[in-house]
């Protein structure tokens, strides 16, 4: 940007300058108003103006669309789903706009037990906080010991889906770790596919995968 406005004023200069000596020549020639001669040079600083706002906008672009928003706007920060009751396993990062929980290999988070459909709920970021709703699971979907098909999450809420429990954890602070490091292996049945960057831990009774977000 000083690049430009630093070009812009020593072509206004220039301009200027080769104003007064066509306006100078003039005079020799014929007789020049006062008027006429400043409007003279004038033109000659506009026109050299112009044409160095162009070649300034090539020979020195300024941050695209893109990048300004990328700038301006700051990394929205992340909520989690912590498996309330057990230690030390590490929370699940809600880092999309919606996180499907489920039975199904292909869901975000993915608990293998039998009391979870494998599609159960969805978890979905909106400008008032995270929404919780049910997907027409078998065993419902439940916030703090009631039944519920929407519910506007609020901090320390318990979920319950099936027979596992979650405890919605505020946002924090975005970091840069992927999460935890996978600790064992699915074992899935003929026809499952997981995803390479698909982290995969088992704990008592169920077995629990998440994505990590990708930069």
Not at 6 to 24: D, F, K, Q, R
Not at 134 to 142: E, I, K, P, V, W
């Amino acid at each position: 940007m000083l690049k430009r406005w630093a070009l812009n004023v020593l072509a206004i200069l220039i301009g200027g300058m080769i104003g007064i000596v066509v306006v100078t020549y003039a005079s020799q020639k014929m007789t020049l108003p006062p008027l006429p001669a400043v409007m003279l040079i004038l033109f000659f600083a506009a026109l050299f103006y112009a044409i160095s706002h162009i070649a300034g906008a090539r020979l020195f672009p300024g941050p695209t669309v893109s990048e300004l928003v990328q700038v301006d706007l700051p990394r929205r920060p992340w909520a989690w789903l912590k498996p309330a009751g057990i230690a030390p396993r590490s929370p699940f990062p809600l880092n999309k706009d919606q996180v499907i929980l489920g039975r199904e290999v292909r869901c975000d988070v993915m608990i293998a037990n039998d009391s979870i459909s494998r599609r159960h709920a969805e978890i979905v970021r909106m400008a008032e906080g995270w929404l919780v709703r049910d997907l027409g699971s078998r065993n419902g979907t439940f916030v703090n010991g009631q039944r519920v098909q929407e519910y506007l999450l609020q901090e320390g809420d318990l979920i319950t889906i099936g027979d596992v429990n979650l405890t919605f954890e505020g946002p924090r602070a975005p970091v840069r770790a992927a999460g935890p490091e996978p600790v064992a292996t699915l074992a899935i049945r003929p026809g499952d596919m997981v995803a390479p960057d698909t982290a995969v831990w088992k704990g008592e009774g169920s077995t629990e995968v998440w994505r990590p977000r990708k930069e």
